[in-house]
């Protein structure tokens, strides 16, 4: 295929000097096929990892129609060696564009097979090099180790996902499944007869389990023969590590002693009680709130507030956030509302933060998404997307039980935001989100009284 060098390259300094390859025995001709997936991670050059897409992208359109049309479509995209040309500079000069069709085309190779595999080994070897803090190579680097059985290699590109963010709720869960996992089958190897595990290039981890069944077999087809006590516990580890591989030890479900509240729970502990919902805004920042706040029954701050007694008052009685979110897990409230769309990275993500003895209570999934779920307000009827402070204060008002729901500082961003200093790069809500949100607000109001705005 030829593409337009632009757009895949960036020009080439004037002062860079021209790329030479590596020596031929540094750089396999086939890194796809012959790099160990296990060893540590050595760089592949580019127009290598092209060579190896070219090489597997002939191999899935060999015959028309061929298996993993979706991969053969995606490397067929990608510019060959040749296309590169002699003065192109391969490292700083490759394009962000061809990195990230690189590991796009790798997350299709990895869910096929062993070949598609070890591509996607090779294509993390060309992009980690050059953007060694992206977490989409690292998973898929991870994701590849693991399905080829390379669990202790995994294992280390998983928690790299997890230094790099905290809220990937699949990496830590892979980490939890791995590290107690790879104890299991170590001692499980170290109990099976010698040169039986071996596995010649093969999958270690099918290679193993291949082993401890035979091993069962022949023990059991000769009773009353060996140890009986260590047959037990060769099949004990068999079956622990392949459940703890495939799936990892579950937290305490009641999370520490924290209770669940589905909808009438929520309802009956604000009903009768005054509320006010406190914005993460300069307003409150710059204002002398907190005592007004405080005096409140019950007070609800967002995801990454920030406690000034004098300025934003002392107590939170619900803290609201998304699922995703990375703040204030661990200060102590006495509801903790967590919002999400998807059902299933909720729930591993309310397992995965929740800290025990922090919170009394915390939602149950009926209210993990109230506008969409409870209000079936779909985007015909707002098709902005949903804040954690719209979600609540459209929530405490379509249950109108409270005497008294105030809203304190929203400003709808005009004096910027307030909080904890790691969250002040999340981007705001949109402006057209904004205006939205601001004339709800407004339609209700009752009254306003400077940073007050009384709905109730």
Known sequence: ?????????RPRPQSAAPHQHEPAEATP????????????????????????????????TAVRGGRYPELADLLVLLPSPEDLGPDTVIGPAVSDELLDALLAAGEKAVATDDAGRRLALTITRTVLPLRGNSRPAWRLRAQALEALGELADALLAYERCVEL??????????????????????????????????TSGGNPVQALESAALRHIDERLASAGTGD???????????????????????????YGGTGWLGLGEFRNRIADRSICLVANSGTVRDGSLGELIDSYDVVVRFTSYVIDPAATGSRTDIHVTGHRKVFNWDRPVTTRLVLGDNAAAWRTDVRARLVPGAQRHTCEESLRAPVRGIGRLGKDAWPHPLTCSFEVMWLIDFLDVSPRLDLIGFDFHRTGPYRLPDAMSIPAASAEANTSQKEWVMQRAQNVDGAVISLR
Not at 34 to 52: S, W, Y
Not at 240 to 250: E, F, G, K, T, V
């Open 165 to 198: 963010a905290g809220f990937d709720g699949h990496a830590r869960s892979r980490v939890t499944a791995l590290r107690t996992a790879l104890p299991e089958q170590r001692e499980l190897a170290a109990l099976l007869p010698p040169d039986t595990t071996g």
């Open 228 to 254: 009986p006590a260590a047959l037990s516990r060769v099949i004990a580890l068999y079956a622990d590590q392949r459940r703890h591989r495939l799936r990892p030890p579950i937290a305490d479900p009641t």
């Open 1 to 9: 295929m030829t593409t337009t060098r632009g757009h895949w390259f």
């Open 29 to 60: 001709p086939d890194p796809a096929a012959q790099a160990p997936a296990g060893t540590p991670m050595t760089p592949v050059n580019v127009p290598d990892c092209l060579a190896a897409c070219a090489r597997l992208c002939g191999s899935l």
